[in-house]
């Protein structure tokens, strides 16, 4: 038997199977998940690859048992994964509080499609933004990665993973209808130069209590079956993982769960800024539609309007000190009725303009420039 | 005397009284009814069994370590003679 | 010393005694499941770092944060998932869930189901109490019709799980049922099931004194015991029909199944690494 990985080279990919491949390029060896349009090609691609570089894929029965189970192979020590949809995503919410609660490292993608509901199982959406952060019950913070071109899908998994060891912390990966399904050509480094880009975990101390923070306010993790006697709650818990069902224990855990990713922003944030220099007019946007507004604000540029894209890749914790920087006016386009909008707002001192749609496409770049052309004049 | 005088006493039983919550379990299972309820109260309020052992050396205990399986409250230790 | 005054020092090494006296009521059975669950443990002579518990939300939940080995206190219905992704990502260990009849039959029953029919290498010792205990007793998937609790004030319309004959019927290798007056045998069980492979339930009917038995005249722990005493009937052979249960009616209790051979979930994916690999 012998391992198969991935050789340097370039593939035809899909944005589902670039995901995948990444993942297992970043060390991703143990997914769980169901299938659910349009995320399945990461479960297939899983499925088949896994195996091959002695990684385990199992489908579940369901969304709540996938993400239940990659929590319990997490604390193994592997870095797994699970995949799916919106639908697939409100039912793991529970269980995505849990491995906040817990501190477990995890990397969740979400094809986006058109919502609410069964929506537009094909077709893009970009409804999910504030369920990504929100969706489970108490305030938190998780991070959320965004890619928006299949090369993209593959090389920021070793972010996606590398964050969530790091913060011990889930990482929500983002795809939607579009990139999930639409293929560009991948460039692959050799797997000396990919693997040097791989971040393990803080190893705990003997003796070091499983929630005992260090200095960054991360508690390195404990593995199962290295004599730890682990034991985790989803109860508020004392650095000994002992349930302590007071308001002070409540206050030093929850603050410290947001701190310790929110004081590390700067570490984690990922922005492409396009053309923002001398900008009047930035569009904020994300993803698939990010595409469209790119070629919107070239056209602007030709009419000899200044306008620029901030490209948010970091969507949580929100990069705000992007919106902070420009004293420009700006339009958040996304495929929804309105959600980072009042993010930017919340932001800007100047004017913030919406530009959405509801979901089944992206604005054409035409759209976009009529947009940029109204606000700016 | 009494009938356990038939018996050989093989064990003594110890009560970690802080955790007893006075199900008296161990008291109902007791073969040769050894175990009694005391006067006594822990912390918590509860009465937990007294080993009678201590004040009448009729009765005996057998080492049959009943009172320790139907604990649910890891409270007792029976520790044999020897 | 005798071996038996060994085992229950040992037993103190693996419960977390820090954390007693434990939060369950007093006479409540899962102490009683828990004590015999350590002792099946400690004569298997299992290594405790090859040990993890797992276990959902509910009173008999809490017992992952009893035991002092690496254990987890996960969502409600989710323990089985759980200890399937710890299973699969480290077969060597010995992954038990240890929870109630709500959490593995009602919230959970979809992961009971499948996991059984995959055969995932878990034991599974489901307490069954009859109620939802944590939440005040109200009625459950196990609840015998006819039965009082907070929400069939009336008497419980609904039907029972019949578990034997479910976890048979979906192909679980062994498949025991005790009542907590039964601990030697039960403890003999858990300790021939922890010794096998594959997908292993123990049934384990226990009294809640405090939320089920006061409002099905059974208010002290004793008079719990004192049914379970009276009406258990042993019997291996037991047909389907006979392993139900009804309100306050005979408890058929033994090991209705034990067979051997039938590959673990893990065992089958290990072939097909080594396909994928060829
Ligand atoms: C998603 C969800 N729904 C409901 C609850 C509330 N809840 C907690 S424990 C429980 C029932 C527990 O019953 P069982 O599993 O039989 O365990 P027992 O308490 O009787 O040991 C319920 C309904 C919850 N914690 N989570
Ligand atoms: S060991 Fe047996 S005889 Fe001795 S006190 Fe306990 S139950 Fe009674
Ligand atoms: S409520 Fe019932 S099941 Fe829960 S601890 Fe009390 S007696 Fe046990």
């Given at each position: 038997m012998t391992e198969?990985?991935?050789?340097?080279?370039?593939?035809?990919?899909?944005?589902?199977?670039?995901?995948?491949?990444?993942?297992?390029?970043?060390?991703?060896?143990?997914?769980?998940?169901?299938?659910?349009?349009?995320?399945?090609?990461?479960?297939?691609?899983?499925?088949?690859?896994?195996?091959?570089?002695?990684?385990?894929?199992?489908?579940?029965?369901?969304?709540?048992?996938?993400?239940?189970?990659?929590?319990?192979?997490?604390?193994?020590?592997?870095?797994?994964?699970?995949?799916?949809?919106?639908?697939?995503?409100?039912?793991?919410?529970?269980?995505?509080g849990l491995a906040v609660m817990t501190e477990v490292p995890l990397v969740i993608v979400n094809a986006m499609r058109g919502a609410p509901s069964t929506g537009l199982p094909t077709l893009i959406g970009q409804g999910d933004l504030m369920q990504a952060k929100y969706g489970s019950h108490?305030?938190?913070?998780?991070?959320?990665?965004?890619?928006?071109?299949?090369?993209?899908?593959?090389?920021?998994?070793?972010?996606?993973?590398?964050?969530?060891?790091?913060?011990?912390?889930?990482?929500?990966?983002?795809?939607?209808?579009?990139?999930?399904?639409?293929?560009?050509?991948?460039?692959?480094?050799?797997?000396?130069?990919?693997?040097?880009k791989i971040i393990r975990r803080k190893r705990a101390r003997k003796g070091q209590l499983p929630y005992q923070?260090?200095?960054?306010?991360?508690?390195?993790?404990?593995?199962?079956?290295?004599?730890?006697?682990?034991?985790?709650?989803?109860?508020?818990?004392?650095?000994?993982?002992?349930?302590?069902?007071?308001?002070?224990?409540?206050?030093?855990?929850?603050?410290?769960?947001?701190?310790?990713?929110?004081?590390?922003?700067?570490?984690?944030?990922?922005?492409?800024?396009?053309?923002?220099?001398?900008?009047?007019?930035?569009?904020?946007?994300?993803?698939?539609?990010?595409?469209?507004?790119?070629?919107?604000?070239?056209?602007?540029?030709?009419?000899?309007?200044?306008?620029?894209?901030?490209?948010?890749?970091?969507?949580?914790?929100?990069?705000?000190?992007?919106?902070?920087?420009?004293?420009?006016?700006?339009?958040?386009?996304?495929?929804?009725?309105?959600?980072?909008?009042?993010?930017?707002?919340?932001?800007?001192?100047?004017?913030?303009?919406?530009?959405?749609?509801?979901?089944?496409?992206?604005?054409?770049?035409?759209?976009?420039?009529?947009?940029?052309?109204?606000?700016?004049? | 005397m009494s009938q356990n005088k038939k018996f050989k006493r093989k064990a003594t039983v110890k009560v970690l009284e802080e955790r007893c919550k006075g199900c008296w379990y161990c008291v109902n299972y007791c073969p040769t009814k050894v175990l009694q309820v005391s006067e006594k109260m822990n912390a918590k309020g509860?009465?937990?069994?007294?080993?009678?052992?201590?004040?009448?050396?009729?009765?005996?205990c057998i080492g049959c370590h009943l009172c320790e399986l139907y604990c649910p409250d890891f409270a007792i230790v029976v520790e044999e003679l020897e | 010393m005798s071996q038996m005054t060994d085992m229950r020092k040992m037993e103190e090494e693996w419960l977390r005694t820090e954390r007693l006296p434990h939060v369950w009521c007093p006479g409540c059975g899962i102490g009683i499941v828990l004590n015999a669950f350590l002792r099946a443990v400690i004569r298997r002579n299992i290594p405790k770092e090859k040990m993890v518990v797992v276990s959902g939300i509910g009173c008999t939940g809490r017992t992952a944060g009893y035991v002092n080995v690496d254990s987890f206190h996960t969502t409600h219905g989710r323990a089985i998932p759980f200890a399937v992704g710890i299973k699969f990502a480290r077969p060597d260990l010995n992954v038990v869930v240890f929870s109630g009849d709500g959490d593995l039959f009602a919230i959970g029953g979809n992961h009971f189901v499948n996991a059984a029919r995959r055969n995932h290498d878990l034991l599974i010792i489901a307490v069954n109490n009859f109620t939802y205990?944590?939440?005040?007793?109200?009625?459950?998937?196990?609840?015998?019709?006819?039965?009082?609790?907070?929400?069939?004030?009336?008497?419980?319309?609904?039907?029972?799980?019949?578990?034997?004959?479910?976890?048979?019927?979906?192909?679980?290798?062994?498949v025991a049922r005790w009542t907590t007056y039964h601990v030697n045998q039960l403890q003999n069980s858990i300790y021939k099931a922890l010794n096998m492979k594959g997908f292993r339930v123990i049934e384990i009917i226990s009294q809640c004194p405090t939320v089920y038995g006061r409002r099905n005249s059974m208010r002290s722990p004793m008079s719990m015991m004192e049914y379970f005493q009276k009406n258990s009937v042993i019997n291996n052979k037991a047909s389907y029909e006979e392993m139900e249960l009804t309100?306050?009616?005979?408890?058929?209790?033994?090991?209705?199944?034990?067979?051997?051979?039938i590959p673990s979930y893990e065992e089958r994916y290990e072939e097909i690494i080594r396909r994928a690999q060829e």
């Open positions: 198969k990985h991935l050789k340097e080279g370039y593939y035809f990919w899909s944005g589902d199977v670039a995901a995948a491949e990444g993942a297992i390029a970043a060390g991703c060896r143990f997914y769980a998940g169901y299938p659910i349009t349009p995320s399945s090609e990461v479960a297939e691609t899983m499925a088949l690859r896994l195996p091959q570089v002695g990684g385990k894929f199992i489908e579940m029965e369901d969304e709540i048992g996938s993400i239940a189970a990659i929590i319990g192979a997490s604390w193994t020590g592997e870095r797994s994964m699970t995949a799916t949809s919106g639908p697939g995503i409100s039912l793991m919410n529970e269980n995505i108490g305030s938190y913070e998780i991070i959320t990665l965004y890619p928006n071109n299949i090369q993209e899908a593959f090389d920021l998994m070793f972010d996606a993973f590398n964050l969530a060891e790091k913060y011990r912390v889930p990482v929500m990966y983002l795809l939607d209808g579009l990139l999930a399904h639409m293929y560009e050509k991948v460039y692959v480094p050799p797997r000396e130069v990919w693997e040097k923070p260090d200095e960054d306010m991360i508690p390195p993790m404990p593995l199962i079956g290295e004599g730890y006697n682990i034991h985790a709650t989803g109860l508020t818990h004392d650095e000994r993982g002992y349930p302590d069902l007071t308001p002070q224990a409540q206050e030093e855990l929850v603050r410290r769960l947001n701190e310790k990713i929110l004081k590390h922003e700067r570490d984690i944030w990922k922005v492409e800024e396009y053309m923002t220099e001398d900008a009047d007019v930035i569009v904020v946007s994300f993803g698939g539609e990010s595409r469209a507004v790119k070629a919107g604000v070239n056209l602007a540029r030709k009419e000899g309007i200044k306008a620029g894209m901030l490209r948010l890749i970091t969507i949580w914790p929100f990069p705000w000190e992007y919106i902070t920087k420009y004293s420009a006016d700006y339009i958040v386009a996304e495929i929804n009725y309105g959600q980072m909008y009042h993010l930017v707002r919340e932001y800007s001192d100047n004017d913030v303009y919406q530009l959405n749609k509801m979901g089944g496409e992206i604005h054409t770049p035409e759209e976009v420039l009529k947009r940029i052309r109204e606000v700016s004049s | 509860y009465h937990p069994p007294v080993f009678k052992e201590n004040i009448d050396e009729n009765v005996v | 205990g944590m939440t005040g007793g109200q009625h459950g998937p196990t609840t015998p019709t006819g039965a009082y609790t907070t929400t069939t004030p009336y008497g419980n319309p609904d039907r029972p799980f019949n578990i034997p004959h479910l976890a048979i019927s979906l192909g679980a290798p062994y309100y306050n009616g005979k408890i058929v209790v033994g090991e209705f199944r034990n067979v051997g051979g």
